[in-house]
């Protein structure tokens, strides 16, 4: 069953050094919150899985808690670049980046495949790329039934996922609604999960087209309102742009990018002191 707690026992708990995280959401209900706790408790040498690496996993590598990278595309999304990520992979600054790099939907795939307990999936995808001449978890295999030849790749069953959402009910069972991507597929196919949530309530509201994560697939659920800044949470919050133009100078200076990480990540105790210090209001709902 899950423990609904704060975000700082469920990272104390569920993430280790070590450890392979897969930090989900597609533009929308991205876990930041949970991202910055990560920065704080000092987590070392994680294997950071996303299908769009953004803003989060920049703050988390130049923070020098990342070893290891894969996706399918990185960048400060309509910006541009994500520097620390490349200065991590360029110059090993704060230490070195190994990366492995897939397709939207290769990554798709390798999810889909982890939460059905498969060992790998397959797909028609990778044709024309070099791709599989650099990244060794991109095979052709036969179709034992046409002989035709497809692609496949490894199941992702990463240790930990990390997710936002807007709801809970006070028995842990998660709603989602909006844009939403492989959230579903990433805590099914991890050992372990986290859900920060806008809100917990007694009774969760049918909504069109909402995925709900039952109680009894997640380890824990934390109360964290604007989880997901800069990114949005439907009928919660709205997309900060703002800040997504205002990373990308900040990100482009070591010193600065330092600085910033001490002050706002570092130098606050909890998500709730982060948007006091960036400014930014907290709703409550619980």
């Given at each position: 069953m899950t423990t609904i707690c704060s975000l700082r026992e469920a990272v104390a708990e569920l993430i280790h050094d070590g450890d392979s995280i897969a930090m989900e959401g597609f533009t929308h209900l991205i876990?930041?919150?949970?991202?910055?706790?990560?920065?704080?408790?000092?987590?070392?040498?994680?294997?950071?899985?996303?299908?769009?690496?953004?803003?989060?996993?920049?703050?988390?590598?130049?923070?020098?808690?990342?070893?290891?990278?894969?996706?399918?595309?990185?960048?400060?999304?309509?910006?541009?670049?994500?520097?620390?990520?490349?200065?991590?992979?360029?110059?090993?600054?704060?230490?070195?980046?190994?990366?492995?790099?897939?397709?939207?939907?290769?990554?798709?795939?390798?999810?889909?495949?982890?939460?059905a307990n498969l060992p790998f999936g397959i797909l028609r995808g990778y044709v024309g790329t070099g791709l599989p001449e650099h990244t060794s978890g991109i095979k052709q295999i036969s179709c034992p039934f046409t002989g035709e030849s497809i692609t496949a790749v490894p199941a992702l069953r990463p240790d930990v996922a990390v997710v936002h959402a807007q709801r809970a009910d006070r028995e842990g069972t998660v709603q989602m609604w909006g844009l939403t991507g492989v959230q579903k597929e990433a805590v099914l196919s991890a050992q372990r999960s986290i859900v920060t949530v806008e809100e917990i309530v007694d009774e969760l509201t049918p909504m069109a087209n909402s995925v709900v994560l039952p109680s009894w697939v997640l380890t824990a659920v934390c109360h964290v309102p604007q989880g997901a800044h800069p990114s949005f949470a439907m009928g919660y919050s709205t997309r900060d742009n703002a800040f997504y133009k205002a990373w990308d100078p900040i990100a482009k200076d070591r010193e600065v990018f330092t600085a910033w990480i001490d002050r706002h990540v570092r130098g606050t105790a909890d998500h709730e002191e982060f948007c006091q210090s960036i400014g930014l209001g907290v709703h409550a709902g619980v």
């Open positions: 876990p930041h919150a949970a991202g910055h706790e990560i920065i704080r408790q000092g987590r070392r040498n994680l294997h950071l899985v996303r299908m769009t690496p953004d803003v989060i996993y920049d703050q988390l590598i130049g923070a020098g808690c990342a070893s290891r990278l894969t996706f399918s595309w990185g960048g400060n999304p309509g910006v541009g670049s994500l520097y620390r990520l490349r200065d991590a992979v360029e110059n090993a600054w704060p230490h070195a980046l190994e990366i492995e790099e897939h397709s939207h939907a290769g990554m798709a795939t390798r999810y889909a495949a982890g939460a």
